[in-house]
């Protein structure tokens, strides 16, 4: 049996001595909860290495996080995104604008659903990783050449960058399996 506290490391990379209490592959493979364990000799020592590499199905989740949070914020705060989002001279603060913000979000949520409930392919993480790319051009443009979103919109960067990674390491993940 493992010691206590390895499944707890803050590392991804965690490096087990044989016969100090170590852990055998399919004890590692309990720890880290299937996520993707494998095994070899590190640095020419009699060490085994276990790493926890992020499956295809966990990088696809969590591309779908960004979207069902940033959505709903949309979905049920609408204001308080256009509030928050907005340059002062370019905020309208009417039911319209509250309306298609609302909308904006529910259409995010129901990406997010998909990207949670679906099963992405090598080609898929390919495909949604180049279809974010406009966004960053998108961000670019409407916070510095046509300065209508203030500061704030630095979370959708941050989190169609997030996502962008997520994509990389889904297509690397998916090609392992």
């Keep these: 049996m493992c010691r206590e506290g390895w499944a707890a490391s803050e590392s991804i990379s965690v490096q087990l001595a044989l ?15 299937g996520v993707g364990v494998r095994s070899g ?49 370019y905020l309208h603060e009417s039911e319209t604008t509250a309306l298609l913000i609302g ?7 129901l990406s997010g659903l998909f990207a ?3 099963r992405f392919t090598r080609i898929t993480f390919l495909v949604y990783g180049i279809a974010l790319l406009p966004f960053f051009w998108f961000n670019y443009w409407f916070v510095f050449v046509v300065p209508m979103f203030n500061s704030f919109m630095i979370i959708d960067f941050v989190a169609n960058a997030a996502m962008l990674a997520l994509c990389v390491i889904g297509y690397r993940a998916s090609a392992k399996g």
């Design 19 to 33: 016969g100090k209490g170590a852990c055998d592959a399919v004890t590692a493979e309990k720890i880290f909860g």
């Design 116 to 118: 949670w409930f679906s």
């Design 41 to 89: 000799r590190a640095y020419g020592r009699r060490r085994v290495k276990y790493e926890a590499a992020m499956s295809p199905l966990l990088a696809q989740r969590l591309i779908a996080v960004p979207f069902l949070v940033l959505g709903a914020w949309c979905l049920f705060l609408p204001r308080m995104v256009e509030r928050l989002g907005f340059q002062p001279e």
């Design 103 to 109: 909308c904006f979000g529910a259409q995010a949520v």
